[in-house]
């Protein structure tokens, strides 16, 4: 069957959605229509390198996009600070989440930047340290946590929440748009959302139930034998009473872990930057991520912590200090490629990387 040609108005006029508006890769060769417009990326490109990423407008940006679309066979221009660039992308995107920005003008950033990294790294290997790679059947994973009985799965199906049944195979309900689980107690999970008020507890064989409250909760964890939750606009409080316990100094909570005794909060519209809360005193403090941009999960294994880049396609390591070590994998949609990464899990001794954007569950080495 003869690949249907690609117009521009397939980019154009799909509603800024992100389901639909990340689909299409330059590594995936796509048969681009006759009337497909002439640009030239070396004048725009170079042009955009040397210019402030708050000045990029998204003419210039959905022109940058067509322009990789059409030139992914012939490779980028080597005169050209590609990764200047892409950081500058990355960067508006994060600019574009705060408060006042424009959706539109972030989407065309982020499309921007996926394209561009793809050129980037066609030539990287796919494979280092790569264990083993599973895909799931559904595109829009947002966790996954295995378990003895089987695995815990949230996505952004109709029934977004998926769980075995103790009797055998497995279940599925729609808990309101959930984005991550945490353990909160021996085979009892939190299922919370950065985008749904509330959140959902799982225990095995029960049905799950819901805790209101009146923002989206982020994360729910225990410390010392208590529960607590943090919601998106940095609150801290303790279950059972509600006392508010802290007030972290972030903009919006978009993603969180508790490792050990210390919370790791994530502001994508705080770039290159985590900010870390000590469960026992509830102080908290800005950490430098090095070269990861924006973090959309960490992990510790072993003496080392583990960092996944959105805007990149990478998983980078640090010291116990946070001192940046190394980084492994490289962007796209291909084996061992990483499109959009949001959970990273350490299992069995490997570090376990999901996928958003293509449902690609990596197993990779410790490094």
């Given at each position: ?34 009337d497909w417009p002439t640009i030239n990326l070396r004048?725009?490109?170079g042009r955009l390198s040397e210019t402030d990423f ?209 919370l790791y909060v994530s502001d994508w519209g705080e ?97």
């Amino acid at each position: 069957m003869t690949q249907r040609a690609l117009h521009p108005a397939d980019l154009a006029d799909d509603g800024r959605g992100s389901f639909g508006f990340y689909q299409v890769l330059p590594s995936d060769r796509p048969r681009l229509s006759a009337d497909w417009p002439t640009i030239n990326l070396r004048a725009l490109g170079g042009r955009l390198s040397e210019t402030d990423f708050e000045d990029y407008n998204e003419s210039d940006l959905d022109a940058l996009s067509l322009a990789l679309l059409a030139s992914a066979a012939d490779g980028l221009p080597t005169e050209i600070d590609w990764q200047r660039l892409a950081t500058g992308l990355s960067l508006l995107y994060a600019n574009q989440l705060r408060p006042g920005g424009q959706r539109p003008r972030r989407m065309a950033a982020a499309r921007a930047n996926f394209y561009l990294r793809d050129c980037l790294d066609l030539e990287r290997s796919e494979d280092a340290g790569l264990v083993d790679e599973r895909r799931f059947d559904r595109p829009f994973v947002w966790d996954w946590q295995p378990l003895p009985e089987g695995e815990l799965v949230v996505d952004s199906s109709e029934k977004n929440f998926s769980f075995p049944e103790t009797g055998g195979g497995a279940a599925s309900v729609r808990l309101g748009l959930p984005t991550q689980m945490d353990s909160v107690g021996n085979k009892r999970f939190s299922i919370s959302s950065c985008y749904s008020d509330g959140w959902y507890e799982w225990t095995m064989g029960e049905v799950p139930i819901f805790h209101t409250h009146h923002r989206p909760v982020v994360l729910a964890f225990v410390f010392d034998s208590e529960q607590f939750g943090l919601d998106r606009d940095g609150i801290v409080w303790r279950f059972g009473d509600g006392k508010e316990v802290a007030t972290i100094d972030i903009e919006t909570v978009w993603r969180a872990r508790i490792i050990g005794e210390t919370l790791y909060v994530s502001d994508w519209g705080e770039p290159g930057v985590l900010t870390v809360i000590d469960a026992h005193t509830w102080r908290s403090r800005k950490v430098s991520c090095g070269p990861a941009l924006l973090t959309n999960d960490v992990c510790r294994l072993g003496s080392r912590y583990y960092i996944i880049c959105k805007m990149q396609g990478r998983v980078f390591s640090f010291d116990e200090d946070m001192n940046p070590l190394d980084s492994r994998m490289s962007f796209g949609k291909g084996r061992g490629r990483l499109y959009d990464p949001i959970t990273i899990r350490p299992h069995q001794g490997n570090l376990c990387v999901l996928s958003w954007l293509t449902g690609a569950l990596a197993t990779v080495k410790p490094f």
